[in-house]
């Protein structure tokens, strides 16, 4: 039996692999849950997946959690706070972990796990932009293995002749790879007039065409600031430069991204929108297990689209392209104003095409650090958030 811990259970991907553990019992059996408040959602998980723990990061919602399965049959223990994130993350009766926070809140949960050598299955997409470096040394170091969860990264390990994992490294030269390819839908706003992008609302943002995700990537991939975050996240991943990754347009999200060889040939990886499949995939890895998600339908998906990105309407993605260029904690710094703002346009308070605009004043602002470990990067975090949290209230509002 395989033990995995599920960070972020009650998001959109921690969902989605409670679903595909579930179809496999035989296989895979649930240590531990988390959330930060959805103490009610994860009572009905724990009710379900039986854990030997469930973790709020929020004490009060634990603790409404405690009374709720008080006096049922449940014997899981619940714990709350970050060093419990911490401890089931890292804890040696685990053999897999699934990283699924949404921000910088990841980071350390997600990084305990990488120092105890387990199996990571990486969602949390922002930790790799913080500390993307400190997490292949230290995965290197303690033997863990990191597998893409991202549909894109996903689809390049796939289309990658990687047998023993990234573990081993990636020399993308060696591999014959002459450029990857990062597709992107263009999100919800690719072909709205750009005199309208002011004034668009959090549920126009948050309506993607063709993915059901949680709201902040979802805004992301409105901005596109998502796929600046996926440029960073494969540089560490496969170990390249962002010369080395064209982005293209491709709306109907049927291809997940590509791997072009020096010979001409390209390989890519096809699939329903259905993140079932890249978690199947790595959860399965190196075998296949099945995931729930249906055959893709190439005659009803009928054609595929592609276009080169346009950078004007997409300005975040040429900030993430600077701060990979720049490197140190320049793309940590643009990630934490991110969601500094991405959280203030969902609240309302701050206009969508706002967004780039604080990224573009913090990141130009940041003073420049050698992310030696992880406390340089949280330092440069919290120093961009209360500039971003500054701009917000002083001039935007
Ligand atoms: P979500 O908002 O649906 O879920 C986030 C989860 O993290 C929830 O369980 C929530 O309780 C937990 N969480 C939030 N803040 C927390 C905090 N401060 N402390 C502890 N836990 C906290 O997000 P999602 O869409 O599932 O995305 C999760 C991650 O996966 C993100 O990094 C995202 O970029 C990445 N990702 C998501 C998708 C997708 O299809 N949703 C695809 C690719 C990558
Ligand atoms: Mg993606």
Redesign the pocket.
């Known amino acids: 039996m395989e033990c995995i811990t599920v960070?972020?259970?009650?998001?959109?991907?921690?969902?989605?692999t409670l679903d595909v553990l579930a179809r496999h019992p035989e296989r895979y059996q649930v240590y531990a849950l988390?959330?930060?408040?959805?103490w009610q959602q994860l009572a009905i998980q724990v009710r379900k997946h039986q854990p030997r723990y469930a973790v709020l990061?929020d004490i009060g919602a634990a603790e409404l959690l405690r009374q709720e399965l008080a006096g049922s049959n449940c014997t899981t223990h619940v714990l709350a706070g970050?060093q419990a994130?911490v401890e089931v993350a890292g804890a040696a009766d685990v053999d897999t972990v699934m990283?699924?926070?949404?921000?910088g809140?990841?980071l350390l949960?997600t990084f305990a796990a990488v120092e105890a050598g387990k199996k990571v299955l990486l969602?949390?997409?922002?930790?790799l932009v913080m500390a993307g470096g400190l997490f292949m040394a230290e995965a290197r170091r303690s033997g863990a293995q990191i597998l893409p969860?991202?549909?894109e990264h996903n689809a390049i390990f796939q289309c990658l002749p990687l047998q023993k994992g990234l573990a081993a490294g990636c020399n993308l030269a060696e591999l014959g790879v002459r450029k990857i390819l990062l597709t992107a839908s263009g999100g919800p706003f690719r072909d709205t007039p750009l005199a309208e992008l002011a004034g668009v609302t959090p549920a126009q943002a948050c309506a993607h065409p063709n993915?059901?995700?949680?709201?902040?990537?979802?805004v992301?991939s409105a901005s596109m600031m998502?796929k600046g975050?996926e440029l960073i996240e494969a540089c560490w991943l496969f170990n390249c430069s962002p010369d080395d990754i064209e982005v293209l347009i491709h709306p109907q999200s049927v291809i997940h991204s590509m791997v072009e060889y020096v010979d001409g040939s390209v390989l890519a990886q096809l699939g329903n929108p259905d993140?079932r499949t890249p978690i199947a995939h790595a959860l399965g890895w190196p075998e296949r297990v099945a995931s729930g998600v249906p055959a893709l339908d190439m005659v009803a998906a009928a054609r595929l689209d592609f276009s080169a990105p346009d950078y004007h309407r997409f300005p975040c993605l040429s900030l993430a392209q600077q701060a990979a260029s720049l490197g140190q904690t320049a793309p940590a710094a643009l990630n934490a104003a991110n969601e500094v703002a991405v959280a203030a346009f969902l609240r309302g308070e701050l206009a969508f095409t706002e967004i780039a605009e604080v990224n573009k004043r913090v990141l130009l602002a940041a003073e420049l650090t050698e992310p030696v470990d992880l406390s340089v990067v949280q330092i440069a975090d919290a120093k961009a958030r209360e500039h971003a949290r500054r701009l917000i209230a002083a001039a935007f509002t």
């Open positions: 960070l972020g259970a009650t998001g959109s991907v921690g969902v989605s988390t959330a930060n408040t959805s990061s970050e994130l990283a699924a926070i949404v921000g809140a990841g949960p969602a949390n997409k922002e930790v969860i991202d549909s993915w059901d995700m949680g709201q902040k990537i979802s992301d998502n975050l993140m």
